[in-house]
């Protein structure tokens, strides 16, 4: 494996195992402020997060296609959330002035788990360009 781009910098895939598996962890309590309705559903980023953050750390092949899909994804998933966050925090500002605002800052929620998860995903779109579709 010394030949392949995994193979000449491991550092760069362990450290982006490391994230992976942070990011999920730090997703979990979010995704369970959402609500238990909806925990099931949501539920399964981030622990694919964590299982991506072990197969990184291990440098299998296929890593490349693998973090491509997934990012791709998830680089919309956190599009949506950042626009909902900026959503409920306009909405928040309108409520405020008509003298509401009571949970003005519940947009920040959204927002920040969409600046996590896209920086996440950008970075390991980064990687994901520097290796061939088979882990080359």
Same mark, same amino acid.
Do not use: D, N
């Given at each position: ?6 193979? @000449?910098?491991?550092?760069?895939? @362990?450290?982006l *195992?490391?994230?992976?598996v942070?990011v999920?962890?730090l997703?979990?309590?979010l995704i ?5 309705t ?5 539920? %399964?980023?981030?622990i694919w ?5 072990? @197969?990184?750390? @291990? ?5 490349? *296609? ?14 949506? +959330?950042?626009a909902?966050? +900026?959503?409920?925090?306009r *909405? =928040?500002q ?18 920040? +788990? %969409? ?7 950008? =970075? ?10 088979? %882990?080359?």
């Amino acid at each position: 494996m010394s030949g392949t781009m995994i193979g @000449r910098h491991p550092a760069r895939f @362990r450290i982006l *195992a490391v994230v992976h598996v942070v990011v999920g962890l730090l997703s979990l309590p979010l995704i369970l402020f959402f609500g238990l309705t909806l925990a099931p559903f949501l539920i %399964g980023g981030p622990i694919w997060l964590m299982v991506l953050g072990g @197969r990184l750390w @291990r440098q299998g092949e296929g890593m490349g *296609a693998l973090l491509r899909r997934t990012h791709v994804v998830l680089l919309v998933v956190a599009a949506l +959330l950042g626009a909902y966050g +900026l959503f409920a925090l306009r *909405a =928040a500002q309108q409520s405020a002035a008509k003298g509401g605002g009571l949970l003005g800052a519940f947009g920040l929620l959204p927002l920040a +788990l %969409g600046v996590m998860l896209g920086a996440t995903a950008a =970075a390991s779109l980064c990687v994901a360009r520097g290796i061939g579709s088979r %882990g080359e």
